[in-house]
């Protein structure tokens, strides 16, 4: 876990704020899996899911997550692509690309992702980025050996 991401959260008058999130994963065990993840802490709310670039695009304006949690690993998607249409769609959230590709890391910066992310992350390494990059827009990589990379942008 990354040291004191855990313990710091935005506050507002009336406590605690809560980071909204959306999941945008082509597999439903992986949505599902993300949101259990995340329903365990009391900052974090999965406000909504999406399979495909076009339901992403659709709830991220209905809803307008704070985060965007995004793993497309289906063939033939421009995962650089979908970042920039959803950043177009909603400049403010807070996109974070899971991949276990590499290759995915500069193209999804590029478009403006502010989290890169290997999906056999852990719990509580999850919940440590989202509220890395909620707070400070952060560029956050885990690496294979679960070694991370902080820069501010």
Not at 2 to 15: P, V
Not at 94 to 101: A, E, H, K, R
Request: aromatic share 2%; charged share 25%.
């Amino acid at each position: 876990m990354i040291a004191g991401a855990a313990q710091t959260d935005k506050t507002t008058r009336s406590g605690p704020e809560v980071i909204r999130v959306l999941l945008v994963d082509d597999h439903e065990a992986m949505r599902e899996g993300l949101r259990l993840m995340l329903s365990g802490d009391e900052s974090i709310r999965v406000i909504g899911v999406a399979r495909d670039e076009q339901k992403a695009l659709d709830r991220v304006t209905k809803l307008q997550p704070d985060i965007v949690l995004l793993d497309l690993t289906a063939p033939n998607t421009d995962v650089a692509e979908v970042t920039r249409s959803i950043r177009e769609a909603q400049p403010h959230a807070g996109m974070v690309i899971l991949s276990d590709n590499p290759r995915h890391l500069a193209p999804a910066i590029k478009a403006g992702a502010v989290g890169f992310l290997t999906r056999s992350i852990g719990r509580e390494e999850l919940v440590a980025a989202i509220r890395l990059v909620y707070l400070w827009r952060l560029v956050l990589f885990n690496g294979d050996r679960g070694h991370c990379a902080l820069v501010r942008l």
